[in-house]
């Protein structure tokens, strides 16, 4: 009994440790001046290189999650602890995605 709640708390510490899902991270700041240069065409045209980059980065990150769920349950410890994942690269695109958009907004640009 004693060894079973050992092992059920250990379990939930490793799983504590787990590449976070992509839709859990929060967006970076960036600010949307670095963008107020360019024209409506070149923010769309931005938008739309930001956001591809953005999913691939979060498939990226959703698959370090799984694998993480599964190596836990296989020998205990989240492969991202020791191969890393793309969380700094989701937040700083998101935060991409949202000065584009604020820049659009302040450009009067037409919305995506």
């Given at each position: 009994m004693q060894k079973s709640v050992i092992l059920l708390i250990s379990a939930l510490v490793v799983l504590g440790g787990c590449a976070t899902r992509p839709e859990s991270i929060r967006a970076s700041f960036v600010s949307h001046e670095k963008y107020i240069d360019l024209d409506c065409s070149s923010l769309v045209t931005r938008?739309?290189?930001?956001?591809?980059?953005l999913d691939k980065f979060s498939k990226m990150q959703d698959t370090k999650a799984n694998v993480d769920a599964a190596t836990v349950f296989l020998v205990l410890i989240p492969a991202s602890k020791l191969a890393g994942d793309h969380e700094g690269d989701v937040a700083r695109l998101k935060g991409e995605v949202e000065a584009v958009s604020t820049a659009q907004i302040k450009k009067k640009c037409k919305l995506l």
């Open positions: 938008m739309i290189d930001t956001r591809a980059e």
